[in-house]
Nanobody, 121 residues
Framework: QVQLVESGGGLVQPGGSLRLSCEAS????????MGWYRQAPEKQRELVAS???????TYADSVKGRFSISRDHAKNMVYLQMNNLKPEDTAVYHC???????????????WGQGTQVTVSS
């Protein structure tokens, strides 16, 4: 199995920046992609950004140009650099990892517990 632990959330003023970190442990060799999702109160969880082992990135339209996802494979880490934060970015941010669990290519998604990001003046 894979365990994910996020850190780096906090309170920041609009226009500020935060860097979220996620450390993966366990059977990390099975991971083929990682990403960040967020969920605000009374809203559905949405994909913020994802990155494959090959470095392909995907971003939500609402964060393009402001957020950047990156990975450090040697350290089993994934990061989310968030710049020019807006109040609407306020949410719990969850790290996820997609793992291939058998030779047939079956996939399993793992989730961290989340870290709170609050953007407010």
């Amino acid at each position: 199995q894979v365990q994910l632990v996020e850190s780096g959330g906090g309170l920041v003023q609009p226009g500020g920046s935060l860097r979220l970190s996620c450390e993966a442990s366990g059977r990390t060799f099975n991971i083929n992609s990682m990403g960040w999702y967020r969920q605000a109160p009374e809203k559905q969880r949405e994909l913020v950004a994802s990155i494959t082992n090959g470095g392909k990135t995907t971003y939500a339209d609402s964060v393009k140009g402001r957020f950047s996802i990156s990975r450090d494979h040697a350290k089993n880490m994934v990061y989310l650099q968030m710049n020019n934060l807006k109040p609407e970015d306020t949410a719990v941010y969850h790290c996820n990892a997609e793992a291939i669990v058998n030779v047939e290519g079956a996939k399993r998604t793992h989730w961290g517990q989340g870290t709170q990001v609050t953007v407010s003046s």
